[in-house]
């Protein structure tokens, strides 16, 4: 998994009501044997704070792709991120329902 930590994701002056650290310190704590990376700005600002749930190796290989996470703010998006990862993530787990409204596609990101 890679979150996203720069000028707007992780910034108190976007999410003044976030706390960003404990944010990241619960990706870290929930996302069990996946390895969280911490990235600068994925440039999706709009959708900030970002999180980008990659793929098993075994999974990619059977066609799953990185999925982009938008507007992941509150304590329910990040546990239902992190309950998706320990269920194995794309292409193993399906998404929880809670995390739909958060999926978008980097590449149709304008104006970010």
Not at 28 to 35: D, E, I, K, Y
Not at 48 to 65: E, L, M
Not at 78 to 93: H, R
Request: net charge neutral; glycine share 12%; charged share 20%.
């Amino acid at each position: 998994m890679t979150v996203c930590r720069d000028c707007c994701c992780g910034s108190t002056d976007k999410h003044p009501d976030v706390d960003h650290d404990a944010q990241l310190a619960a990706l870290r704590s929930g996302a069990g044997r996946h390895r969280v990376r911490v990235s600068e700005c994925l440039s999706v600002c709009e959708r900030s704070n970002v999180v980008v749930v990659q793929p098993s190796r075994a999974a990619r290989r059977g066609g799953a792709r990185p999925v982009y996470l938008g507007d992941i703010l509150g304590h329910d998006t990040v546990d239902a991120v992190s309950a998706w990862l320990t269920a194995g993530g794309p292409g193993v787990a399906e998404m929880p329902s809670r995390l739909g409204g958060h999926v978008f596609d980097a590449a149709s990101c304008v104006g970010c």
